[in-house]
């Protein structure tokens, strides 16, 4: 079955505390990206890889970090939380420009307190 | 240029009815316009798209209408179903990769 699979579903954190966010796929896609989802403002992309290796800036990269070592795995950073950080966070894949779907995980939802 | 505007915010429609929601954008180099539906607690999903060279396409009870001069696309959901409550957004990008989203629209069908 095609996935998309983040961890964690859930988080509550303090600020200042690094953290991580998992994302992982399974369809061999090339494409991954990283958005948060807050109320009124819709979906803003954070990051996106269009390869191992080849990660760029999306719209609202501040405060965030990724890394594209394998090509299934796309971790979101976060070295510093901060209360302005929590959203409900979504990891993408696309396999190419041919189709321009794009496939979400399920989504984390971060407090930072 | 690169915003996508979507209205209404939110919708409220009885079942039966025909919800529809709007898109306008202003960059004419757009060339791809999926529409993406959200049930809570989920990712989005592909619910349809469409490319300039068409007005109109229809997949089931859901219909794009787009009008290339005025630059704006909406959504029309036919014989609404209190399961077609969701959030809906509409998005559009010039190359399939990156695409521009509307901020959504929270549809309610009352039974």
């Known amino acids: 079955e095609a996935q998309v699979t983040q961890n964690p579903r859930y988080l509550i954190t303090v600020t200042g505390k690094k953290l991580t966010v998992t994302c992982s796929q399974n369809m061999n896609h090339e494409y991954m990206s990283w958005y948060r989802q807050d109320p009124g403002l819709g979906l803003r992309q954070i990051y996106y890889?269009?390869?191992?290796?080849?990660?760029d800036k999306g719209d609202v990269p501040e405060g965030y970090k990724v890394s594209r070592k394998e090509k299934r795995n796309f971790p979101l950073i976060l070295e510093s939380p901060s209360p302005n950080q929590t959203s409900l966070y979504f990891c993408a894949t696309q396999a190419g420009t041919n189709t321009g779907e794009l496939f979400f995980g399920e989504g984390s939802r971060l407090t930072v307190l | 240029q690169q915003q996508v505007k979507q209205s209404p915010q939110s919708l409220i429609v009885q079942k039966g009815g025909i919800p529809i929601i709007n898109c306008a954008y202003e960059?004419?180099?757009?060339?791809?316009f999926p529409w993406y539906q959200q049930f809570p607690g989920k990712g989005p999903a592909l619910l349809i798209a469409i490319r300039p060279d068409v007005s109109e396409k229809k997949e089931g009870r859901f219909t794009i209408s787009f009008n290339k001069s005025a630059k704006q696309f909406s959504l029309h959901i036919m014989d609404s179903q209190p399961g077609d409550s969701a959030t809906y957004f509409c998005?559009?990008?010039?190359?399939?990769?990156?695409?521009?989203w509307g901020a959504g629209t929270k549809l309610i069908i009352k039974p």
């Open positions: 998005a559009a990008s010039r190359r399939n990769y990156q695409l521009i």
């Open positions: 890889s269009m390869n191992v290796e080849v990660t």
């Open positions: 960059n004419t180099a757009f060339d791809y």
